[in-house]
């Protein structure tokens, strides 16, 4: 267990609609990333927190927006689904310090479009 | 796109050690070597990091090459619960940085 916690757990919404998933980091862990993975594949990252901040992100439409609260826990919005958009979203927790830059991933939220 | 290669699946037979390679030739100096593995249906698990220096951990051991263009990730004594997707990632340790997943090697520990 790495002390990250997603919900729900799983999602099922209708093309076009808005979704929100929620995610909080390991106890001390001050960055968030979010990254989906498709059926098969590896993980694409799509964006990543420090401290309320966006701090990178991947190549995807702005339609995929986030945010991190004072506590560090975060929430990934996707307004506007598309079929294409159903995925495990997995966000990854880490502490920017140092040399430890390892990040810890929660268990994941399905989202199924339909 | 990932910065390595490494093949899509291997078998291991439960108790052997299991030996899964990658090769990142176009590494840079400061970039890191790092192994990530996936469960069925889970998130990924950080499984163990390097520079150049060969390292272990109570999970696995990582060889890397003299030139840093190649490495290995070592099981020791692979169990049927080590059987998953296996990610090699090679990333600078600098502020922003993120990490990008290749397809990684599918592990089959067998009986």
């Known amino acids: 267990e790495t002390g990250v916690t997603q919900s729900p757990t799983h999602l099922i919404k209708t093309r076009g609609q808005q979704v929100t998933l929620r995610c909080s980091s390991q106890s001390g862990h001050n960055t968030v990333s979010w990254y989906q993975q498709a059926l098969g594949q590896g993980p694409q990252f799509i964006f990543q927190y420090y401290r309320e901040e966006e701090n990178g992100r991947g190549n995807f439409p702005p339609r995929f927006s986030g945010l991190q609260f004072p506590n560090y826990s975060s929430e990934l919005n996707v307004n506007a689904l598309e079929l294409d958009d159903s995925a495990l979203y997995l966000c990854a927790s880490s502490l920017v310090a140092g040399r430890n830059y390892e990040q810890y991933f929660g268990p994941g939220t399905r989202l199924t479009v339909t | 796109d990932a910065k390595t290669t490494q093949p899509p699946s291997m078998d291991c037979a439960e108790g052997r050690a299991a030996n899964l390679p990658c090769n990142h030739s176009t590494i840079s100096g400061n970039e890191y070597v790092y192994w990530y593995r996936q469960i069925h249906s889970q998130g990924p698990q950080y499984i163990i990091h390097g520079l150049k220096n060969n390292e272990t951990n109570e999970m696995a051991s990582l060889i890397i090459t003299e030139d840093r263009k190649s490495s290995t990730l070592i099981l020791p004594h692979a169990t049927l619960r080590d059987t998953a997707v296996y990610y090699c990632?090679?990333?600078?340790?600098?502020?922003?940085?993120?990490?990008?997943f290749g397809p990684g090697t599918r592990l089959s520990v067998l009986p």
């Open positions: 990632i090679v990333r600078a340790n600098n502020y922003g940085q993120n990490f990008v």
